[in-house]
């Protein structure tokens, strides 16, 4: 299995950086302002969706619906408290762990890609000094419909070249590692994920995988 491995795929937030953190620091500014319910719990089932998915999962929560327009307004209000939180990051904010784990895959040979549904990937990329360094980074822009489908990861994969089996997919939520399993990709949870034990590997450590791969 160890010579199949010809890439590694990173989520993005929660796993590279906690910018999770800042998505739920934003959601929960923005749902105390509007009057609706939002917790920790809540915040859970937002990983690795979409943000018009993470609006429409908070509103029926409260069995609430609202105009397009609203839920316009609702995203914008929340995206732009993210993006304040997200000028906050630099490059301290990449743990030591994830950097060694990252420069050591890239000596081994691997090829590293981002495979995020988030619209702020590349400036949170920029801002933590890793802008140029992955193979590729497919985000939020790129794809149509976001985890639990694979879209996002079946095109880093192609855009790389190899086979959705030759790819070991590193997330923290449970809607990214349906959409790996969903496209034949190895799977190593972290974080959130790892707590539910849903990968084929639920590591502490993001440094755990190089053991499994290397
Ligand atoms: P944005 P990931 C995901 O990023 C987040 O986990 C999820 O909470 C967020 O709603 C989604 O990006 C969209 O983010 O509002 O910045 O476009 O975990 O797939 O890297
Ligand atoms: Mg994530």
New binding site residues.
């Given amino acids: 299995m160890k010579n199949l491995i010809k890439a590694v795929i990173f989520?993005?937030?929660?796993?590279i950086v906690s910018t999770?953190e800042y998505?739920y620091l934003a959601w929960k500014r923005m749902a105390d302002e509007a009057g609706l319910y939002f917790d920790r719990d809540i915040n859970s089932a937002?990983?690795?969706?979409?943000?018009l998915?993470?609006l429409n999962i908070i509103l029926s929560r409260q069995n609430r619906h609202a105009p397009e327009a609203d839920k316009l307004r609702l995203m914008d209000k929340?995206?732009g408290y993210?993006k304040e939180y997200l000028e906050r990051l630099s490059p301290t904010f990449v743990t030591e762990d994830t950097a060694n784990t990252l420069s050591t895959l890239r000596k081994r040979g691997f090829m590293l890609a981002?495979?995020?549904?988030?619209?702020?990937?590349r400036f949170i990329l920029e801002r933590i000094g890793y802008g140029d360094f992955f193979d590729t980074v497919v985000d939020?822009n790129d794809i149509s419909r976001?985890?639990p489908d694979p879209e996002?990861y079946l095109l880093a994969a192609k855009r790389l070249g190899i086979l959705p089996e030759q790819c070991i997919v590193v997330e923290?939520?449970a809607a990214?590692i349906e959409a790996a399993f969903a496209c034949g990709m190895r799977t190593a949870a972290v974080g959130y994920a790892a707590e539910t034990g849903c990968g084929d590997w639920n590591f502490d450590k993001l440094s755990e995988l190089v053991l499994k791969v290397v």
């Fill in positions: 989520d993005l937030d929660g796993v999770d998505h937002l990983r690795g969706v979409s943000r998915e993470s929340k995206n993210y981002i495979g995020s549904s988030s619209r702020n990937a939020g976001s985890k996002v923290d939520s990214g």
